[in-house]
């Protein structure tokens, strides 16, 4: 039973991700329209006997709505090409470890050999592998555009506190991450984000130029404060968007994990483990690399963000879709403390 939820799950999520997704774009185009629009409307004066007339300039709308998609475009490839693609590079820039092939540490071996067998078990090439070493809680995350550059980290809290096959669990959902491309879904919503904050400057050249300007300076200044507005607005209903896809792939992941290693029940335990430090008062020291990426990790890394602002689904209900007889009101969580050991 848990095992087909988590399949509906998955497909539930994967639906909602693509939804999400193309309504994103969607908006971005409808901001374009809207802002040439606004260039291109005239109210022509009433003449004798007769009413106002609306006036398209055609050629005008046609231009700034290129204009105005050329900008949220460009920028946001520049963006997207700026942040890289390379897992290894983004995994050193948020504080990660490379793993050496040789060591003497037991809990790296068996980090490595489970990585292994978990790229085995999903058929995927295996990734460069990290820790995070100053993180005493349970997290991870996944980082690469592209299978071939993926890296995966994981904190050296979950190397201690989760079992084998827990551990096996968390990494198996980050492969689904990567297999899943989400990574690249990711940059590419962060691009169109940075473009729409883009009009932004657009919008206060405007706003100062036509403050400045005689002829037609009040048109040219409300334009710019309208782009001003619906850039902010944009990029305001994009990070709530990009939000909503996090939460989604979540569940995906969740769902490709439990396929992956046919055990659930274990990374419903890994999660089980992350409520139980939350309820035990623990207070992780999280870098502020690790906070801007917070959309990365496995597990959120504040317990305050919920809503539509939220990057991943209540830890309660990750744990029902893969356990549904999980109760968290009747001493459904482990008792944890972050010096314990496996």
């Not at 994967?14 to 409307?41: D, E, M, P």
């Amino acid at each position: 039973m848990a095992e087909m939820s988590m399949y509906q799950h998955g497909a539930s999520a994967r639906k909602q991700s693509l939804l999400i997704t193309t309504l994103f774009i969607f908006s971005v185009l409808l901001i374009a329209v809207l802002i040439a629009s606004l260039a291109a409307v005239r109210l022509t004066p009433a003449a004798a006997n007769q009413a106002s007339q609306i006036v398209v300039d055609w050629q005008l709308f046609a231009y700034v709505t290129l204009a105005v998609t050329a900008v949220i475009v460009l920028t946001s490839l520049w963006k997207i090409v700026s942040m890289g693609g390379e897992g290894a590079k983004v995994a050193r820039a948020l504080g990660a470890t490379d793993v050496s092939e040789e060591t003497s540490d037991p809990l790296i071996t068996r980090y490595k050999n489970i990585v292994e067998e978990v790229a085995l078990g999903a058929s995927m090439q295996a990734p460069r592998i990290f820790v995070l070493e100053n993180e005493q809680g349970i997290n991870a995350f996944a980082a690469g555009n592209s299978p071939d550059k993926a890296a995966i980290a994981v904190t050296r809290g979950a190397l201690k506190l989760l079992s084998r096959d827990e551990l096996a669990a968390v990494v198996a959902h980050e492969f689904a991450h990567i297999r899943n491309l989400d990574m690249r879904l990711n940059l590419r919503v962060i691009g169109l984000i940075h473009g729409l904050m883009a009009l932004y400057i657009v919008g206060r050249i405007l706003m100062h130029s036509g403050g400045r300007s005689r002829k037609g300076g009040a048109q040219i200044a409300l334009l710019g404060i309208a782009i001003i507005l619906l850039g902010l607005l944009g990029a305001f209903m994009g990070k709530i968007m990009q939000a909503a896809i996090s939460r989604q792939r979540e569940y995906l992941a969740d769902a490709d994990s439990a396929r992956y290693t046919g055990d659930p029940d274990s990374l419903a335990g890994a999660l089980k483990k992350i409520g139980g430090l939350q309820r035990s008062g623990m207070k992780e020291a999280v870098h502020d690399e690790l906070e801007e990426a917070r959309h990365m990790m496995f597990s959120d890394l504040s317990t305050k963000m919920s809503g539509l602002m939220s990057t991943h689904p209540p830890l309660v209900k990750r744990i029902q879709a893969l356990d549904p007889s999980f109760d968290p009101d009747n001493n459904g969580w482990p008792s944890m403390k972050i010096t314990e050991t496996q």
